[in-house]
């Protein structure tokens, strides 16, 4: 088992902090590569920008096995330009624009500091109040002599700070993903073809995963992500039924959700690599949202595929909040279950 | 046939766990076909013939996976609450009965609702197996459950849960048993996935590269007291698909259909299907693309547990997709 510390935060907390929008994802690829220079057979930048690295074993019948975590997380777009440092701007991947007013943002490769306004307390009514500010009326502010260009990308200004147990962030999802996937190549076992996917624009439809697998053409598939906790009490007392994850319970590894129906094999493998080694995990209670596993599964003939995430509240927010022993844990379950995998996991029928 | 079709849709195989339906068919078809082969995504594949002189690859899908439901999650008191596998019919919701694939049955409650009248959405709706606690209930999250109803015979015309797409399985088994010979190397596709999104057709098609695809599948009539407005009626035979909101049949495709239906005099319908689409999607769109279209049985009441076919459509569609492959196609 890899040492589990500081390191890994401080490249966490570098990967939180770097702007990759969807499309824009050069600065943590740039980081990415830095990293694991050194570390694989072979290392490219393909035609989306994902970037894909393999690690062969040595063991006899290993298994190609794909691992992705992507690269980019949901942000903002300028589109257009209205004198004074102002922009207006689009939503990149899903984002709630009730929650943007008053959040500060950074612009461009530059991270320019900038902010979403919001009219003041004092000089709104009270029935303006109880409304939800459209997108189109919402503007990025860089004040005087601030100048991006249209098309730039913009992310939320929150700065990575850990307290003790606790994690806050932005981009935890999927930093956490990029993070393992970077950790996992380190200590790449030798039973299995580890190819490493990080991937592009996942946020808007899975894409860099669809031509990564295609690329790759594994024998089986791991997405690994980030996914919401909704798990704070109910506020009339009945029984939280859809809390989706819950923090501290370790790793979720996905039964379905809306663009998989995980490989039952696999459910059952990483199940039991975690019940043997005494690695805590949770099911994500089934239902929507996608991962990169939703991509990999219809590549070509088809891939046996899943996803495990880290789980973290108050998803494609400004300010996301998560457990540092989740995330260790997830990379002890997905060391220990790339460790054991053999071709027999999947050898039977599904 | 008709002890067929109730053996298919009396299985319980919701999307991504078809493994039982899987087996019965594999039983059906082993001694009719020259090679069998399950996928990574649990497709069932039967090839019949080789490309003879004048034959194509052609590539005869029929889903195999039914609408059902998963656990997410077990109350203190041992209610399941439940996510959908499938597009499932809240109003059918109330009172139906449910089977988990290992045998557990439980029936499906709602909470009080505030308007009556009104469906209740899924996030209402919980499962009751008679548990009286978390510790006793037998289902865990994750687990899935197909609809229960026995198959009724009411003569010409067979109810049943999961027609959508048994029948499409059955066409397939029968034209296999009934096809004496044929210019092609034909491809029998039971396929995963399909009410969550075509998955396993998508899947099956790139390993198979077909160069012509046909989905078998049910669809919609407009034969009903104010139901759809739409051409297809159950009775007036097999429908062949112009169109639905996911494909475009190739029109060499429909021609094929139609002018082996008028040649051999089997009724036929056009159709024009305004939501949902089949398998002929996926299989339209592989690889570099190929011809394909749909051959739809006429079903009413799809995705609710009580599916409706007329026995004399289905011998016709049987017959007409026979008919098809018996001979050299000319596109």
Redesign the interface.
């Known amino acids: 088992m890899a040492a589990f510390g500081n390191p890994q935060l401080k490249l966490l907390e570098r990967l939180c902090n770097a702007s990759a929008v969807s499309g824009d994802e050069g600065e943590v690829r740039r980081i990415v590569l830095a990293e694991i220079e050194g570390l694989a057979d072979e290392v490219k930048v393909d035609a989306l920008g994902n970037v894909l690295a393999t690690k062969k074993g040595t063991g006899r019948n290993r298994p190609r096995v794909m691992v992705s975590a992507h690269m980019d997380e949901v942000g903002f777009m300028l589109v257009a330009e209205e004198g004074e440092g102002l922009y207006r701007f689009e939503t990149v991947g899903g984002i709630d624009v009730r929650q943007l007013p008053g959040k500060a943002v950074l612009v461009g490769k530059d991270h320019l500091q900038g902010v979403i306004g919001a009219r003041p307390i004092h000089l709104t009514t009270a029935d303006e109040r109880r409304r939800t500010i459209p997108l189109d009326t919402l503007r990025i502010d860089l004040g005087p002599g601030g100048k991006a260009k249209l098309g730039e990308r913009a992310t939320f200004a929150t700065r990575f700070q850990r307290n003790g147990p606790v994690l806050i962030a932005k981009a935890l999802d999927n930093r956490f993903g990029v993070a393992t996937l970077i950790e996992l190549l380190r200590h790449a076992p030798e039973n299995i073809d580890l190819l490493a996917a990080f991937t592009v624009q996942e946020e808007i439809g899975l894409r860099g995963a669809k031509v990564a697998a295609h690329a790759f053409d594994p024998d089986l598939g791991i997405a690994v992500d980030s996914t919401p906790a909704n798990d704070l009490p109910s506020h009339d007392g009945e029984?939280n039924?859809?809390?989706n994850t819950r923090l501290g319970l370790g790793p979720a590894i996905y039964?379905?959700d809306g663009s998989t129906?995980s490989d039952?094999r696999l459910?059952q493998f990483l199940s039991a690599t975690g019940d043997a080694l005494g690695i805590p995990y949770q099911?994500r209670?089934?239902?929507?949202g996608g991962t990169d596993a939703g991509a990999i599964?219809?590549?070509?003939?088809?891939?046996?595929s899943i996803s495990v995430s880290v789980p973290h509240r108050y998803a494609h927010t400004a300010a996301l909040i998560s457990r540092v022993d989740d995330w260790k844990n997830t990379l002890a379950l997905l060391q220990g279950g790339l460790a054991r995998m053999s071709r027999d996991v999947?050898a039977g029928?599904? | 046939m008709k002890q067929l079709i109730q053996k298919l849709t009396e299985t319980f195989s919701p999307?991504?766990?078809?493994?039982a339906i899987?087996e019965v068919i594999h039983k059906e078809i082993a001694p009719l076909a020259d090679e069998l082969r399950?996928?990574?995504?649990?497709?069932l594949i039967a090839r019949k013939g080789t490309r003879g002189k004048n034959g194509k690859k052609i590539m005869l899908a029929a889903h195999m996976d039914e609408i059902g439901l998963?656990?997410?999650?077990i109350?203190?008191n041992g209610f399941i609450?439940f996510?959908n596998?499938g597009g499932i019919r809240p109003q059918a919701m109330t009172g139906s009965r449910v089977r988990f694939i290992d045998g557990t049955p439980g029936v499906i409650g709602t909470e009080r609702l505030n308007d009556g009248g009104k469906a209740p959405g899924l996030?209402q709706c919980y499962i009751d197996v008679g548990a009286t606690s978390r510790k006793d209930c037998p289902v865990k999250?994750?687990d899935v459950c197909g609809f229960e109803r026995p198959c009724i015979d009411l003569g010409g015309r067979l109810v049943a849960k999961a027609m959508d797409d048994r029948i499409g399985c059955v066409v397939l088994i029968d034209a296999l048993r009934q096809l004496k010979s044929s210019p092609h190397e034909l491809y029998f596709v039971f396929t995963t996935?399909e009410e969550?999104g075509t998955?396993?057709a998508?899947?099956?098609a790139?390993?198979i590269d077909p160069e012509i695809g046909v989905a078998v599948d049910v669809t919609l009539t407009g034969d009903t007291p104010k139901g759809v407005k739409m051409e297809v009626a159950l009775g007036k035979g097999p429908a062949v698909k112009v169109k639905d909101s996911g494909m475009l049949a190739d029109p060499r495709v429909v021609e094929w259909m139609t002018g082996t239906a008028e040649k051999a005099r089997i009724p036929y319908q056009r159709e024009v299907l305004e939501g949902g689409t089949t398998d002929a999607r996926p299989m339209q769109v592989t690889r570099a693309g190929i011809p394909a279209g749909c051959l739809s049985v006429p079903t009413r009441y799809v995705h609710s547990p009580s599916e409706m076919v007329d026995m004399q459509d289905l011998e016709n569609s049987v017959k007409l997709l026979v008919a098809m492959l018996a001979k050299p196609v000319d596109f």
Do not use: C, K
Not at chain 2, 38 to 43: E, I, K
Not at chain 2, 70 to 73: C, D, G, N, S
């Open positions: 029984e039924n859809a809390y039964i379905a129906l039952p459910v099911f209670q089934p239902g929507g599964h219809r590549a070509r003939a088809g891939v046996p999947i029928s599904r | 999307s991504g766990y078809e493994n899987r399950v996928d990574a995504l649990g497709n998963m656990a997410t999650h109350d203190e609450r996510s596998l996030e999250v994750g996935q969550v998955r396993g998508g899947t099956a790139f390993g």
